[in-house]
């Protein structure tokens, strides 16, 4: 089992920023992929970037490339999403998620094993 605890959310204005922190516990060696997904109220959860546990190859949704940047800390077995120039549409609770078996695919919520408790982002115009 992998264990995924967020942390980083808050309030901030918009054009500000904020740094979100995954941190992975247990059997982090079964981890290909981990990602951000966002949910808004009355919306599906979003996929927002993901990052492959080698720290190498990143991938990010069109609506915040130039904006947001994943990545991981090896030692701290710490995946991070540093937030720029956030927007009020930003607004919603960020997951982290890890899958345990390597797939093309990055984006879909399907394939992913773990999940954390979420964090809450709100963005005030």
């Known amino acids: 089992q992998v264990q995924l605890v967020e942390s980083g959310g808050g309030l901030v204005q918009a054009g500000g920023s904020l740094r979100l922190s995954c941190a992975a516990s247990?059997?982090?060696?079964?981890?290909?992929?981990v990602a951000w997904f966002c949910q808004a109220p009355g919306k599906e959860r979003e996929f927002v970037a993901a990052i492959r546990w080698s720290g190498i190859t990143t991938y990010y949704a069109d609506s915040v490339k130039g904006r947001f940047t994943i990545s991981r800390d090896n030692a701290k077995n710490t995946v991070y999403l540093q937030m720029n120039s956030l927007k009020p549409e930003d607004t919603a609770v960020y997951y982290c998620a890890a899958d345990r078996a390597y797939t093309e695919s990055y984006d879909s919520t399907y394939k992913y094993d773990y999940w954390g408790q979420g964090t809450q982002v709100t963005v005030s115009s």
């Open positions: 247990g059997r982090t060696f079964s981890i290909v992929t």
